[in-house]
């Protein structure tokens, strides 16, 4: 394992041993698990900012597959969905509105 | 080639929402014949498998047995592309990878449909696209509805309407609920990456 040197102001030494005996850890501890929060917590931020860009239609699916380093389309809209999105769609009235048009195309060329 | 109307897939996201609830068939509702873009094709069945290194999802697996099944009766309708066919002959080459495999492929091949489409025999056949919902949202917005397409949603919506299916939002809670256990569970006669052109062959 790596070792790293820190320096810490006299107070902020107290404070973090203090807190490290209170919480029946060792500095090491305590530093490696708060990264991992921090860091965990930034990657689910940012997890979240692109699926929001994506589901507002800022980007495109492909955009926010590369920005996650997701490769396929299933993997993407699994974990979207599982970070509690719904998959982008039109409004039920834009809908109704674009498969009326193509129904009343498909009707008229079978007719033709 | 039937002038009936067909439905180009341009993009592989409709086919793999309908193919996780096992709803493919309902693609032949309103008369239609299925044209699928060689590429949109791969990416739908076996881009994942191929990419993530994985066996084929049971998805895949009916996929694969929908297209090959409806291309005997010209149902559904493959054919190769320029963009598609290159794309092949990269991948099988080594030169296209995982990582570096362009993400408009799909959306490339199904464009080049039109542009080869008196070559594939449609030229004068009516044509409604099929778009991915957010595509068609961005369409929507931006106003160039001047084609005539379905969406997932928008298209179950209509079956809705004509009584084909009971309710849209049924099926689009049941495509959510199986997204996400769907793209993990790996068919289990069926083991080991795929490579790519095992799965479907397409015939010119």
Redesign the interface.
């Given at each position: 394992m790596p070792n790293i040197t820190i320096h810490l102001d006299e107070d902020t030494h107290r404070l973090a041993k203090v807190y490290a005996a209170q919480s029946k850890t060792s500095l090491s501890k305590l530093f490696r698990n708060h990264i991992r929060q921090l860091a965990g917590s930034a990657n689910d931020s940012r997890k979240r900012l692109i699926f929001d860009s994506?589901c507002s239609?800022s980007i495109?699916?492909?955009e926010a597959?590369?920005e996650l380093g997701l490769?396929?389309?299933?993997?993407f809209?699994?974990t979207l969905?599982?970070a509690g999105f719904?998959?982008?769609?039109?409004t039920?009235k834009?809908?109704?509105e674009?498969?009326?048009?193509?129904?009343k195309?498909?009707e008229e060329?079978?007719r033709e | 080639m039937s002038k009936s109307c067909k439905l180009v897939i341009m993009d592989a996201a409709p086919l793999i929402k309908l193919a996780v609830v096992r709803r493919l068939d309902l693609l032949f509702s309103f008369g239609l014949t299925v044209f699928i873009p060689d590429e949109v094709l791969f990416e739908a069945i076996e881009k994942q498998s191929w990419m993530d290194g994985i066996g084929p999802t049971p998805d895949k697996v009916y996929m694969k047995e929908w297209v090959e099944v409806h291309k005997e009766t010209k149902q559904v309708i493959c054919r190769e592309t320029f963009i598609g066919s290159s794309a092949k002959e990269s991948r099988e080459s080594g030169r296209l990878t995982a990582k570096n495999y362009p993400d408009n492929l799909g959306e490339l091949s199904a464009d080049s449909v039109f542009l080869e489409r008196a070559n594939l025999g449609f030229g004068n056949a009516p044509a409604v696209l099929m778009l991915d919902d957010y595509e068609a949202t961005d369409m929507f917005k931006s106003k160039r509805a001047d084609v005539y397409f379905f969406t997932t949603y928008s298209f179950l919506l209509q079956l809705e309407k004509s009584r084909l299916v009971d309710s849209a939002e049924a099926i689009w809670s049941d495509i959510l609920l199986e997204l996400p256990t769907a793209s993990k569970m790996q068919d289990p006669d069926l083991t080991g990456p795929l490579r790519a052109g095992t799965i479907v062959e397409f015939r010119p």
């Open positions: 994506y239609g495109s699916r492909s597959m590369n490769r396929s389309i299933e993997t809209y699994a969905i599982e719904d998959l982008p769609r039109q039920r834009d809908a109704l674009t498969g009326n048009a193509a129904v195309f498909i060329s079978n | -």
